[in-house]
């Protein structure tokens, strides 16, 4: 599986960004499909993630009620829509993957074999 993603840039605070992560190579319907994030000097976090088969969406605490995670199969991406941004969502953004994942670790960094190279997301005005 390889991961593309695109779609980051400078939004100001409340203002609202698109996520695009285009994937090629086999997917499964207990595929998952992650978002996760990585500050200047911070740890890599969890933000979003969701099945392939569109069962079942998970969000951190941060990103919950703001951010939505969302895929088209016929055009084999994964979207994160991202709403009311905050200075603190500035960070470099990856979607992840991988195949059989149970839902108890799909928040976890060390499920995910596949990465993107990461987009840059900025929030200031």
């Known amino acids: 599986v390889q991961l593309q993603a695109s779609g980051g840039g400078l939004a100001q605070p409340g203002g609202s960004l698109r996520l695009d992560c285009a994937v090629s190579?086999?997917?499964?319907?207990?595929?998952?499909m992650a978002w996760f994030r990585q500050a200047p000097g911070k740890e890599r976090e969890f933000v979003a993630a969701m099945y392939w088969s569109g069962d079942g969406t998970y969000y951190s605490n941060s990103a919950k009620g703001r951010f939505t995670v969302s895929r088209d199969s016929a055009k084999k991406a994964v979207y994160l829509e991202m709403n009311s941004l905050k200075p603190e969502d500035t960070a470099v953004y990856y979607c992840?993957?991988?195949?059989?994942?149970?839902?108890?670790?799909?928040?976890?960094?060390?499920?995910?074999?596949?990465w993107g190279q990461g987009t840059l997301v900025t929030v200031s005005s």
């Open positions: 992840a993957a991988d195949n059989a994942v149970h839902m108890a670790t799909i928040r976890f960094r060390s499920t995910y074999k596949y």
């Open positions: 190579g086999h997917t499964y319907s207990r595929s998952a």
